[in-house]
Structure formats: structure tokens, C-alpha cells
């Protein structure tokens, strides 16, 4: 051993620069998302989602986790796509079951998140931060389904953030709720030999950055895509064998 210093290794104060810039890239996000016209972010709100209804990746796909957007917190609406997924079982002829629906809630700060099936937006109830989540057993005081429990695996995930690239970068709120669910669900479908879920983000314009600009930690886990008002932008190689 020598001690001169490993250049792919991360070392602590390295580590807290990192969360201090993504810090620093929250804020800065946050206030041009405060800023955009109304008009502006419910024409992108609508180009998104149709754009989402339209493709392929999503009407084929048989199980789903969403967010259930929030609208003070200037997130990608989602509930087109959710009340459309709700209301329509699924036409292709195969299944008359409808694609199932998984969505998130958080128990405190600490815990982790978990996924719940939902059936119904009359499911939700807002939480402490004014998201809507599920409660955990359903109004006939039947537990619901959590997602890491299920049978099937999930093909697609639709995920909130503040910023993005097109590397697939994801920069979220800085709980890393998404991120360790992620790892864990990769991990859960590595040992059932799953297909891995397409992992697709929501972006208004103002959220794609440049390269470079978004500050990347070990427990980040990439995207695969990012739909935005111009159309998707496939990132890793499983989404462009999915767009074209
Ligand atoms: N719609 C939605 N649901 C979600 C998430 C999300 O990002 N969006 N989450 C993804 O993790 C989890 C909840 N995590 C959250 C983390 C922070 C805040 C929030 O209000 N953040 C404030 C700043 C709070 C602070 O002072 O630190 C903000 O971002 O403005 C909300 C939800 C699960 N459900
Ligand atoms: N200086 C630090 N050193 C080590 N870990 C940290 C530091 N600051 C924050 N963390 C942890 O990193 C995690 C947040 O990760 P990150 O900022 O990448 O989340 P995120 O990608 O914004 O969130 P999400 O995945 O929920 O969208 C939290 O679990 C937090 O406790």
C-alpha cells in the first residue's frame, strides 16, 4: 500500500461538498420553478402527460409506481395520467384487469418509503406536508398491497425531481427516499430474474440542466428517461431499444 490518494474514491469532506452544491442546485430550481408563468407550466403540465398517454412504453406497461404530484411544491402534474390509469382498465384484449397502481407514502422522516396499490384516487389522504398517500389498510380494513411484497414485477416507474440531465441525472428533494427505494426494487428484481423497470422522469423545461451541473452521489441511482414538453429523451440503452 502507498498512501497517495485513490482518485476514484470519495472521501468525506469531498462527499459533503457534493451535498452541500446539490444543495445549493435545490434552491436555485426552486425559485425559477416558483417563477414560471401558470400558463407556461399547465401547457408543459399537458404536453407531458399526453405525451406519456401516447407512448408506448406506457400502454403497455401492466404495473406502475407514480407520485401523486404536488402542486405547492411546483412538481410535474401527474393527475391526468393517474385518473386515466384509474378509470381505464386496460383495452389490449390480454388483461382485463387494468394496469395496477402503486404510489408512495412516507410513514415519518426516518423511515423509508414504501409503495402501496391503489384502486381508487378516493384512496388518498393528504399527509402532514399536504401530499396525498394512502393510508395502509383500505377503507374495508384490508392491508394493501406493498409493492416490494407483490408477485409481478413492476415495468414502469414515473418519478418526481427537481432537476435533471440528459445523462440521467436525477437531483430529488434530499430525503434519498427515491433513491434507496430504487436500489432496493433493482435489487428485489436482480434476484427474481425480472426485467428491470424503466425508470422515467417528469420535467418542465426549466428542470433539464447542462452536463456537469448536477452533482452526483454514491447512492444516486440513474434514469433511464425524461419526458419533457418536447418529447421523451431516451437515456439508457434499454429506453432507446423502448422509443423507437
Ligand atoms: N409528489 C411527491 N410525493 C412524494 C415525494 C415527492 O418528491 N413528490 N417524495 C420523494 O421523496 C416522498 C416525500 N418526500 C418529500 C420530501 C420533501 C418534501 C418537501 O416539502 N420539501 C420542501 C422543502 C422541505 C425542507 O425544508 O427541507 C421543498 O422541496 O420545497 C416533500 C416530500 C414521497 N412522496
Ligand atoms: N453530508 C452528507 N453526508 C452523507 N450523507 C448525507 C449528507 N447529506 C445528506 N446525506 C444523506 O443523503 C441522502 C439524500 O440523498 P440525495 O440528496 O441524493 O437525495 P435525493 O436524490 O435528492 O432524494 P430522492 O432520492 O428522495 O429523490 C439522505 O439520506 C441524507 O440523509
Not at 485513490?6 to 452544491?21: C, E, H, N, S
Request: hydrophobic fraction near 40%; charged fraction near 25%; include cysteine.
Amino acid at each position: 500500500m502507498n498512501n497517495r490518494k485513490d482518485p476514484t474514491t470519495t472521501t468525506t469532506g469531498d462527499l459533503d461538498a457534493l451535498f452541500k452544491q446539490k444543495r445549493a442546485l435545490r434552491s436555485r430550481v426552486r425559485k425559477d420553478l416558483k417563477n414560471m408563468d401558470p400558463t407556461l407550466r399547465s401547457q408543459e403540465d399537458n404536453m407531458i402527460q399526453n405525451i406519456i398517454l401516447e407512448a408506448p412504453w406506457f400502454k403497455s406497461c401492466k404495473r406502475l409506481c407514480a407520485y401523486i404530484s404536488c402542486s405547492a411544491l411546483r412538481e410535474v402534474d401527474t393527475t391526468t395520467v393517474l385518473l386515466e390509469i384509474l378509470q381505464n382498465p386496460s383495452k389490449d384484449g390480454h388483461s382485463l384487469m387494468g394496469k395496477k397502481l402503486y404510489v408512495p407514502r412516507v410513514e415519518d422522516r426516518n423511515s423509508n418509503m414504501r409503495m402501496f396499490n391503489i384502486a381508487s384516487i378516493d384512496d388518498l389522504i393528504a399527509n402532514s406536508m399536504n401530499i396525498l398517500e394512502p393510508a395502509p389498510i383500505d377503507a374495508e380494513g384490508n392491508e394493501r398491497e406493498d409493492v416490494m411484497l407483490a408477485n409481478d414485477p413492476v415495468d414502469l416507474f414515473l418519478l418526481p425531481g427537481l432537476a435533471f440531465d440528459k445523462s440521467g441525472r436525477r437531483l430529488g428533494r434530499g430525503g434519498g427516499y427515491y433513491d434507496t427505494l430504487l436500489m432496493k426494487y433493482q435489487e428485489l428484481a436482480k434476484e427474481r430474474k425480472w426485467k428491470q423497470p424503466l425508470l422515467v422522469a417528469l420535467s418542465y423545461t426549466v428542470q433539464i440542466m447542462d452536463e456537469g451541473v448536477i452533482p452526483v452521489t454514491p447512492s444516486d441511482v440513474l434514469i433511464d428517461a425524461l419526458v419533457t414538453p418536447s418529447g421523451v429523451i431516451p437515456i439508457s440503452p434499454a429506453a432507446m431499444e423502448m422509443c423507437h
